[in-house]
């Protein structure tokens, strides 16, 4: 075993902690265009109309994720009635940066891993600004060795190019890594079809009837480092 790769949102950085971040998103959009709605709601709206767009982009070309994100609020604007702002993905960003948060065990168990002489890296369905800020923003972006994102790739996971692309930059084959994801779909298919090994964190357990597509499942990120030590051993 010579890398370990990770998945960003719901990895990394907690999905509840995405979802203030994107709340507060709303917030700032609504307030800036001067509309008195309920920001929830909106929220709420928003979050399915994006998820519904992202699901239909799994695997395809990629298109950047500022694209996906504002077509999405473009649609729930109009059903609401009010105007997006020139500067959104701006505030996205701001508000990213503001709110994301790391799981406890992350920085922990990155350092673990690169000290072990480990390649750590990321591989992520990203624009590169909005990664490069976020982690930047965490003050762990000097933590990783690579960061591949689908806008540099072409491509949105399960595809195959982000996770030979982020092998390329490690110099390491596919039998020689492993990657950590929160989405059993995505993440352990698209590692798995390549030759990597995959693990699935999942904290509540429940994602259990997707566990096949995996080869390993975690509740905390800290237990990736056992796996590793128990591969290389």
């Known amino acids: 075993m010579k890398a370990v790769f990770f998945d960003f949102v719901g990895t990394l950085i907690t999905k509840e902690g995405e979802n203030v971040t994107h709340l507060n998103l709303i ?27 992202f699901s239909e982009l799994a695997g395809k070309e990629a298109k950047k994720i500022r694209e996906v994100d504002t077509e999405a609020l ?22 990213h940066a503001r709110y994301g948060k790391l799981f ?16 750590v890296g990321i591989i992520t369905d990203s624009d590169n600004d909005y990664i490069r800020a976020h982690l930047e923003a965490l003050g762990i972006y000097e933590l990783f060795d690579s960061i591949t994102t689908s806008e540099e790739a072409g491509y949105f996971k399960p595809h195959p190019r982000p996770f030979l692309l982020a092998l390329e930059k490690a110099g390491v084959k596919p039998e020689e890594a492993l990657y950590v994801g929160d989405n059993p779909a995505k993440d352990c298919v698209g ?12 904290p509540k357990g429940e994602k259990r009837e997707l566990w096949a597509n995996c080869d390993f499942v975690v509740s905390k990120l800290g237990e990736v480092v056992e796996i590793v030590k128990g591969l290389i051993e």
Request: proline share 3%; hydrophobic share 45%; aromatic share 8%.
């Open 74 to 95: 473009r649609r729930v604007a109009e059903r609401y009635g009010f105007t997006v702002p020139d500067d959104f993905w701006e505030i996205s960003l701001e508000m």
């Open 104 to 119: 406890p065990d992350a920085v922990e168990t990155i350092k673990a891993l690169k000290k072990m002489g480990l390649h």
């Open 191 to 202: 590692a798995k079809n390549v030759g990597m090994l995959s693990v699935l964190l999942d």
């Open 27 to 53: 917030r700032e959009v609504l307030r800036r265009a001067g509309a008195e709605l309920n920001a929830e709601e909106v929220w709420n709206a928003y979050e399915e109309e994006s998820s519904r767009l």
